[in-house]
């Protein structure tokens, strides 16, 4: 049986709250039967043409709307899950905050990269060409991070949010804060085994000025040469949630 925790526990607080009560046999046979069941109520309460009864079919669309990210992010799970277990599209799996990945996830087969760093053995080759193509340049980089699991992600995040705590900040922004830089456990790269946090010996700082390294300049323009990508472009980071990281490669 897999584990999907923040899932069900999302899943628990609604089945509580008394206007999807009624859908919970629904959800458990079916998730999408019981979002096309609520819609369908949302419908009808609406057609009746009442301020009260629309009162309630707005916080029924509301709930129906969570409801619908939830079950999305469940399929997600599922599907990178499938994705990366096996056939020709396992190097597309997306992960990120609204495409999670199951948290008991752990590649078939790990390979050692560097000292008690360890990646998908798919991608070892590669990786390692890359590394020693870099060093025949004269460069010095190595690999700071790679694959983590779901509980080392919780262990990063927690630690990076305590030390703002520790700082005195309050929990909320320290949480919304965290969350830019190290990714929620579940919707992390690193978990796929498909990605590393490359750094230059010469500045190891994990900060913007990192992209100027000589070391990260060879690695932005050859790294697609080795099948990766560098994640979480500044144009972008809007969209991804995640700031300008150039040291994050995934292939
Ligand atoms: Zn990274």
């Known amino acids: 049986m897999k584990r999907f925790i923040w899932n069900t526990k999302e899943i628990r607080r609604f089945l509580r709250k008394r206007t999807v009560k009624c859908f919970a046999a629904g959800l458990l046979a079916g998730a999408a039967v019981g979002v096309a069941a609520v819609s369908l109520y949302a419908y009808g309460v609406l057609s009746g043409n009442d301020a009260a009864s629309a ?3 707005a916080e029924l669309s509301e709930e129906n709307e969570k409801l619908r990210e939830q079950i999305d992010k469940y399929h997600a799970a599922r599907h990178n899950t499938e994705t990366l277990a096996g056939g020709d599209a396992w190097s597309l799996a997306l992960v990120n905050e609204t495409h999670p990945l199951d948290t008991s996830y752990v590649p078939e087969e790990l390979a050692e990269i560097a000292d008690g760093y ?3 053995a798919r991608i070892l ?3 390692e060409q890359m ?3 870099g060093a025949e340049q004269g460069l010095s980089m190595y690999v700071t991070s790679a694959y983590r699991s779901y509980e080392q992600q919780t262990e990063t995040f927690n630690l990076s949010m305590q030390n703002r705590l520790g700082q005195g900040m309050d929990p909320l ?7 830019t830089s190290v990714a929620i456990p579940g919707t992390s790269e690193h978990a796929t085994g498909l990605a590393v946090d490359i750094i230059s010996t010469e500045y190891a700082e994990l900060d913007e000025r990192q992209g100027d390294t000589k070391e990260q300049q060879w690695l932005m323009e050859h790294c697609w040469e080795y099948g ?4 979480y472009p500044p ?3 809007d969209v991804t949630g995640i700031i300008f990281e150039p040291w994050h490669y995934r292939y």
């Open 118 to 120: 360890y990646v998908d």
């Open 131 to 133: 590394m020693n193509d």
């Open 228 to 231: 990766f990508i560098l994640r």
């Open 55 to 57: 009162a309630v079919s």
């Open 235 to 237: 144009e972008k980071s």
């Open 173 to 179: 922004t320290a949480y919304e804060e965290t969350r």
């Open 125 to 127: 080759a590669d990786l």
